[in-house]
Every structure is written in C-alpha cells, then in structure tokens.
Antibody, heavy 118, light 108 residues
Framework: QVQLVESGGGVVQPGRSLRLSCAAS????????IHWIRQAPGKGLEWVAL????????DYADSVKGRFTISRDNSKNMVYLQVNSLRGDETAVYYC???????????WGQGILVTVSS | SSELTQDPAVSVALGQTVRITCQGD??????AGWYQQKPGQAPVLVIY???IRPSGIPDRFSGSSSGNTASLTITGAQAEDEADYYC???????????FGGGTKLTVL
C-alpha cells in the first residue's frame, strides 16, 4: 500500500535549520510529484513546496521562497525539505503528500512536528 | 496567488444533508479537491476533479462546481463525518496551490 513517512522534525531555535525527509513506498515513485504542506497548531493547511516527478520543476510558497529547498532522490524514493532561517510562526506539523495529475493530494504522510522555539 | 474562502463552521442533524462551499477565482479554471481531517490525523482526500471519489470514500460524499464556487455535499450525514473539511486547488497562476481556511462540521 502507498506509504509516506516523514522524519527529521524536532525543536529548533529561531534562525536555525532542519532537514525534513519523506520516505515513499508502495507505488512507482518516479510517476508522481510530491508536495510539502504544513499546519500550525489549531490552524488550517498551508501549501509549502512542490517537486516534479523528475525533480526538474520545483516551486515554493512566497512565504518560504529563498529559505526552503525541496529535493528528491529517485534512487532512494526520498523527498527532502531543507528549511533554513526558521521563524517562530513556522511551528507546525509538516506533511508530505503525493499529488495526482489533477492537482490534488491523494496520499499524505502522518506528519512531523517542527517546533521553533528558543 | 489566490484565496479560497470557506465558512468556518457548519452543523447538520444526523442523517440530513449538508453542503460545504468554497469560493475563489481560481475555481473558474481548476477543480477543487476536498479533504476531511479528524483531530490528530492527516487529511484524507474525499472528492476531487469532476466529482471523483477515491477508493474507500462512501458515496454519500459528492462534489459539484459552478462559476467560482465548489461544493461538497454529504447526503445523510453520519456521526463519523464530524471533522474539519478543507478545499484546495491550484492558484490562478496554475503554479502554486492554495487551501481554503477549513470548515468545522458538527453532526448534531
């Protein structure tokens, strides 16, 4: 079955960095784009970044552009999100999700909590 | 970018029909997807495209769209449908994605 498993979260001080990982299994990884979506405690969903099937297309929400970098390793079925210069308001559960051609997210990971705090 | 607007909260009596709406300019160009999220869980896609239900989603969930408004209808709401519901689509540029603010559904 399709599985996406995030890791790499934790407590980080403002201004510091973290690398989140998303391990995919149960499907042909190179057939799907992967996105990162986050949710602050008690708040709604916020789209963060996308990477295409071959990794050549990447894009970011304006709020993270220049600070976050998405990448993927198709030999390992992994997607990464390097998050730099974290801010206090970026405390959130970060989800990776598989995107359909229609542009909707049919499978999500369980999420990983990133807490930005001094 | 564009925004998607949802009512913050909606309630429905057990067994009755409820419609949750999502408004935004990008919905004139792109279909909405609808997600159900229960406390402590990841969102689950319940409707996407032109009223497509992923495998395992009950047929009481349906979707429709007109102009700049997409709707999720639950026909015969059940207690287990109580959850937050989010819509999403691409933004007007087609390069980014946006989510609505979410609707908290209470089943009375």
């Amino acid at each position: 079955q399709v599985q996406l498993v995030e890791s790499g979260g934790g407590v980080v001080q403002p201004g510091r960095s973290l690398r989140l990982s998303c391990a995919a299994s149960g499907f042909t990884f190179t057939n799907f784009g992967i996105h990162w979506i986050r949710q602050a405690p008690g708040k709604g969903l916020e789209w963060v970044a996308l990477i295409s099937q071959d990794g050549n297309i990447k894009d970011y929400a304006d709020s993270v552009k220049g600070r976050f970098t998405i990448s993927r390793d198709n030999s390992k079925n992994m997607v990464y999100l390097q998050v730099n210069s974290l801010r206090g308001d970026e405390t959130a559960v970060y989800y990776c999700a598989r995107v359909l051609l229609a542009g909707h997210f049919d499978h999500w990971g369980q999420g990983i909590l990133v807490t930005v705090s001094s | 970018s564009s925004e998607l607007t949802q009512d913050p909260a909606v309630s429905v009596a057990l067994g009755q029909t409820v419609r949750i709406t999502c408004q935004g300019d990008s919905l004139r160009s792109y279909y909405a997807g609808w997600y159900q999220q229960k406390p402590g869980q990841a969102p689950v896609l319940v409707i996407y495209g032109k009223n497509i239900r992923p495998s395992g989603i009950p047929d009481r969930f349906s979707g429709s769209s007109s102009g700049n408004t997409a709707s999720l209808t639950i026909t015969g709401a059940q207690a287990e449908d109580e959850a937050d519901y989010y819509c999403n689509s691409r933004d007007s540029s087609g390069n980014h994605w946006v989510f609505g603010g979410g609707t908290k559904l209470t089943v009375l």
